[in-house]
């Protein structure tokens, strides 16, 4: 039977879940922000300052959607020097737009560059205090009270945080990793997707996403998701990104992905190539004649299903694929991995 493994139904819209704004340490306003992505096309803007929750709901409208989220960072011990110093950097998005307390908080956190956003911390806020140190299991136990207290939580840049296979391995419970950070990218940190494969390797069923980061115009409008929902409502928006309903981009798009008895069907904007990556030593690539592009082919996946099922039971649930799309000008899109599990059962 045929599935859509992006929703058959309901409409794209494109959304940035990853800024900061002059009221932490970006440049442009919540109002210019709204202003410059609309004009880009955008429906949707997650707006991440660093360590407190800021609402814009007040931003929201019919064609506008803000989404109520921060920023964390958690860095190695202050003896390391900042150049070498590792961090890790989480986006939580709450499920409800009038949840505005962070799980874990910590006023020192609030250093100099940033501490425009004093005024919005709030004695319950306060009551939250955290204790956070530069480990796995701090950090599996933040992102645990996260998503208990109604987050999707993301791990944010992990190449520009320095941050090694030993480092991430054993995190869990996150909801997504960014597999492009467009203000990182424009610093030249271009190879990004092995913290990607090492987690879903893991069993970690994480989202990909692509988001901007930016901190002024100059870094906007470069990594976005298009997430495929019903209606342009917080609600129903949150619901899709956490189901995975989306795809991730730098400006290539991806129009249907279905999967049909082992055949893995793609529509897209014109492509000079695609590739499918898997858990295992399968992977396939499609190019474009000279002179010529894909806009829509299929990949026969049957020999993943049976690798798949001979191994399952032996080892982790981790049998993926994911699929990359490469315009001519090297845009790229990426889908979600989807798992063997999902897809058979
Ligand atoms: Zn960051
Ligand atoms: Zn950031």
Same mark, same amino acid.
């Given at each position: =039977? ?32 709204? !202003? ?6 955008? /429906? ?43 961090? %890790?950097?989480? *986006?939580?998005?709450?499920?409800? !737009? ?9 006023? +020192? ?5 940033? /501490? ?30 996260? *998503? ?7 791990? *944010? ?30 610093? $030249? ?24 980061? +930016? ?6 409008? $470069?990594?976005?998701? =298009? ?10 928006? =949150? ?10 981009? %730098? ?6 992905? %279905?999967?049909?008895? $082992? ?9 000079? /190539?695609?590739?499918? *990556? ?40 981790? /049998?993926?694929?994911?699929? %990359? ?6 845009? !790229? ?13």
């Amino acid at each position: =039977m045929k599935k859509y493994l992006l929703p058959e139904k309901g409409n794209f819209y494109k959304a940035n879940l990853h800024l900061h704004t002059n009221l932490s340490d970006g440049e442009l306003s919540p109002e210019e922000i709204k !202003k410059l992505y609309m004009e880009h096309g955008y /429906s949707i803007v997650a707006y991440t300052d660093h360590e407190v929750i800021i609402p814009h709901n007040d931003l929201s409208d019919e064609n506008f959607l803000a989404i109520t989220s921060y920023e964390l960072a958690v860095n190695e011990s202050r003896e390391v020097p900042w150049p070498k110093i590792k961090t %890790t950097h989480l *986006n939580f998005y709450a499920k409800d !737009k009038n949840n505005i307390v962070p799980p874990c908080f910590t006023e +020192s956190k609030i250093w100099d560059r940033i /501490s425009g956003v004093k005024s919005y911390v709030t004695d319950e806020m306060r009551a939250n205090k955290y204790d956070f140190r530069y480990s796995a299991e701090c950090i599996n136990d933040v992102v645990a009270k996260a *998503n208990a207290a109604g987050f999707l939580v993301s791990y *944010n840049h992990p190449v520009w945080s320095l941050q090694s296979r030993e480092d991430y391995i054993d995190y869990k419970g996150l909801w997504g990793v960014e597999i492009y950070n467009n203000e990182c990218y424009k610093m $030249g940190y271009l190879d990004t997707s092995a913290p990607v494969d090492d987690l879903l390797r893991e069993g970690e069923h994480i989202r990909i996403l692509a988001t901007d980061d +930016s901190h002024s115009a100059a870094s906007s409008c $470069g990594g976005f998701v =298009m997430v495929k929902a019903d209606k342009l409502e917080y609600n129903t928006v =949150m619901t899709a990104l956490e189901n995975g309903d989306f795809y991730a981009s %730098t400006g290539t798009f991806i129009n249907e992905l %279905t999967f049909d008895e $082992g055949i893995l069907h793609i529509e897209c904007s014109d492509a000079k /190539s695609i590739i499918v *990556n898997t858990d295992k030593r399968i992977a396939k690539r499609k190019m474009a004649f000279d002179g010529e592009s894909i806009n829509r082919c299929d990949f026969d996946m049957r020999d993943w299903l049976v690798d798949s099922a001979k191994l399952e039971g032996k080892l982790r649930d981790d /049998s993926y694929f994911r699929v %990359t799309v490469i315009s001519h000008d090297g845009k !790229k899109a990426w889908t979600n991995a989807y798992f063997y599990d999902d897809i058979v059962k």
